[in-house]
């Protein structure tokens, strides 16, 4: 393949010869496991890290190795070189984000998936499908992202690949074609049959790291089978190949291997493809496989279209296009940031075109000001290797800033452009958190607003009737793991309050506010008129404003003031002072004094208009309902059916595997806490659970009665 015209000369691997890819999953499926193989096999470690250890180097938190569970994501980098295809005998870098599969740390999995060029869904062979699957499915597609499928797990009791493939098409839509069939199953599983090259690979049972197996005829028991699953491969390849399609038509079944590698690549990056291998990271099978195939069909930084970004003049279409360019102005994209005990707040950026320098300067639009990049590393989890220069496509992190969060854009001054930001899910719990003597309190400041920075679904409030410090995220687990790292990394003492739901409030019929402030006592005054009409948004869609104003009547300096009034008050709803969701408002009339008119006027006005709007928008109050799937064994299925419904749940479906069912419903936060005990108990141990925010709905009359008399009491306690 001929060098790019792309690649400055210093590059020292070619951009087509990288891949920036993640490992994505339910929490559980093995993603971790799979990922300490790939270091394995790749060289970068010399013994295999475990999950159950505590010694995967990706985990690396305390947290997460005393847990067994992937909290926050870990970058890593690796070389790969295949043996076949038209990328044979070249070494590819492999830049690898190890994500979260636990729900609470979504966060770490959407704005990995941002900047990732391809990704990896792992499954279980026995469960398939899972909730969590659904959801960094769902992901992948928001940022069209293109996905190979590892079923993992293949060695244990149950597995069933052929039932996880038709898991993908039915549960995610997807369009699964298997790469490779698995040899066996279960205890049994010995092997990989390549559908491309019309080979099986059998591992070596005296080895048993995997890194040594034959490569043999299929076996004649899965020749059918093999060929059966070869021709719907060609076929399924086809509808994204024109060389292909037309051999195709005219009845031609005869394709190279490489010729067949290519349609598959070109059918993995249209989005509508999914290449599936079968393995056991834990057993040591397949990784090799899933590596060849990651080379083989996942897109470089080349092959993605070009990103979309906004200019200096657009507000809601971005006008620009980025494009992977090593002689392009830089652009870069800030999508984490860690705090460091010895070198401080590391900032994880995806460079998409120029070249990042250490020493450089380099601007931040949100800011408006420049940021000196002191030291530049590429990460490997969490050990860092220094580095003068990074280019396009990179992965790395810096050192040094000072004005930096999630979501930023860094570029050059005089090319000033603004990448869309990931976008995050609100918290759904809270709790109160008071450092326990007066020495902590400046430590669990500094802890919050260090925690609050890395962690965009984390959200630091002062309650406005008790004065209490508020700690909001995305479940138990999460407030837990913050808690933890206060102890640890800020040496925090602090006690916390009962968790609390974060309920919201919206209107259900369109209303009319009038917001008047007007103040006279001596010298300027103040005064500030804003009439705004309200109506319900579509769920999900938070908020919009539109002004309508015409004539002047309200001067255009004063509009972004009144909005930002309207914003203040929608903090603070009128049912119970919860913040106020899908509104739309239209800001219709006003008016204004030459002289005492004032910016903070009009920020009153806004206030007033919305309180007075709301009341009469007959508001009601919203309780989060989450997603629960639990899965257990046959017997208890009644008991834990019963326990949902006195929770307040809804049903939604059921399934049968064997003598397990997996029961999907529907139930309000405010009864699941604690679940985790409970479904112990009425199972002996043998059930499990997962559960993931779904929406908002309407708390009933009895449940917000409640809310009413806790909110009464707490300001009658000020």
Not at 141 to 146: F, G, R, S
Not at 590 to 598: K, N
């Amino acid at each position: 393949m001929e060098l790019s015209p792309k690649n400055s000369p210093n590059r020292p691997k070619p951009l087509e010869y990288t891949r920036n890819i993640g490992i994505s999953a339910h929490i559980d499926a093995g993603k971790t496991t799979c990922s300490e193989r790939i270091l394995f096999y790749s060289g970068v470690v010399h013994k295999i890290g475990e999950v159950h250890e505590g010694s995967a180097t990706t985990d690396w938190m305390e947290q997460e190795r005393e847990r067994g569970i992937t909290i926050t994501s870990s970058a890593i980098s690796c070389h790969w070189t295949t043996k076949k295809g038209p990328f044979a005998n070249i070494e590819h870098q492999i830049n690898l984000i190890d994500t979260p599969g636990h729900v609470d740390f979504t966060a770490e999995v959407e704005r990995s998936l941002r900047v990732l060029d391809g990704a990896v869904a792992v499954f279980c062979a026995v469960a398939g499908v899972q909730p969590q699957s659904e959801t960094v499915w769902r992901q992948m597609n928001k940022y069209h992202v293109p996905r190979i499928a590892f079923i993992n797990k293949m060695d244990r009791t149950g597995a069933d690949f052929y039932g996880a493939v038709e898991d993908i098409k039915t549960k995610l839509e997807g369009n699964p074609h298997p790469l490779y069939l698995p040899i066996g199953a279960e205890d049994k599983f010995k092997g990989l049959i390549d559908l491309v090259s019309m080979k099986a690979y059998i591992y070596d049972e005296n080895d048993p790291m995997g890194v040594k197996f034959d490569t043999v005829e299929i076996p004649a028991e899965y020749k059918e089978k093999a060929e059966q699953y070869r021709a719907e491969l060609i076929e399924a390849v086809a509808d994204f190949d024109d060389a292909i399609m037309e051999r195709f038509l005219e009845g031609e079944t005869n394709f190279t291997e490489d010729e067949i590698r290519i349609g598959i690549r070109k059918a993995t990056m249209s989005l509508k493809f999914v290449g599936v291998i079968p393995g056991s990271a834990f057993k040591n099978k397949g990784v090799q496989m899933l590596m060849d195939s990651v080379v083989d069909y996942l897109p470089s930084p080349l092959d993605v279209p070009p990103i979309r970004a906004y200019g200096e003049n657009d507000e809601d279409t971005p006008s620009l296009e980025i494009v992977s360019d090593d002689f392009a102005p830089t652009t870069a994209l800030a999508f984490k940031l860690w705090s460091d005990p010895f070198i401080g707040k590391l900032v994880f950026i995806r460079v998409y075109s120029g070249c990042v320098k250490k020493g450089m300067q380099i601007y931040n639009p949100r800011s408006r000001k420049l940021e000196r990049i002191s030291r530049l590393v590429i990460m490997k989890a969490d050990k860092r290797d220094d580095i003068e220069e990074a280019y396009s496509g990179s992965i790395c992190a810096i050192i040094g800033a000072k004005d930096i969060v999630t979501g930023d854009t860094l570029c050059e001054k005089d090319h000033e452009v603004r990448l869309e930001p990931p976008t995050f899910p609100e918290p759904v719990i809270s709790m109160s958190i008071e450092p326990k003597s007066k020495a902590d309190q400046e430590k669990l400041s500094i802890g919050l607003q260090r925690l609050a920075e890395e962690d965009p679904t984390f959200v630091v409030t002062t309650d406005q009737d008790t004065g209490q410090t508020l700690i909001s995220g995305m479940g138990e687990l999460h407030l837990d793991i913050i808690r933890d790292r206060l102890f640890r990394e800020f040496k925090v003492e602090a006690d916390a309050g009962k968790p609390q739901i974060a309920y919201r409030e919206t209107i259900t019929a369109p209303a009319d506010g009038v917001g008047k402030f007007v103040r006279q006592s001596g010298g300027r005054g103040q005064y500030g008129h804003a009439e705004i009409k309200i109506e319900p948004l579509e769920k999900g869609k938070h908020y919009e404003f539109v002004n309508e104003i015409v004539g002047g009547v309200i001067p255009k300096e004063y509009i972004k003031p009144t909005e930002e009034g309207i914003k203040e008050a929608m903090l603070n709803g009128v049912v119970a002072g919860y913040p106020v969701v899908d509104v739309k408002v239209r800001l219709v009339f006003g008016s204004f004094h030459e002289v005492d008119s004032s910016e903070m006027a009009f920020k009153m006005a806004g206030i007033f208009a919305f309180k007075d709007a709301m009341k009469n928008a007959s508001p009601i109050l919203l309780e989060p309902i989450m997603k629960v799937e639990v899965t257990t064994p046959d017997e208890y299925q009644g008991d834990i059916m019963g326990d949902i419904n006195r929770r307040r749940g809804q049903i939604q479906g059921m399934e049968s595997k064997g003598n397990v069912t997996t029961i999907k419903a529907t139930i309000p936060l405010e009864t699941m806490f604690g679940y985790a005990t409970d479904i112990r108990s009425l199972s002996s141990g043998r059930a499990s659970y997962s559960m993931e925010p779904s929406h908002f709905e309407q708390v009933p009359n009895a449940v917000l009665k409640q809310v009413q008399e806790g909110v009464a009491k707490k300001a009658a306690r000020r």
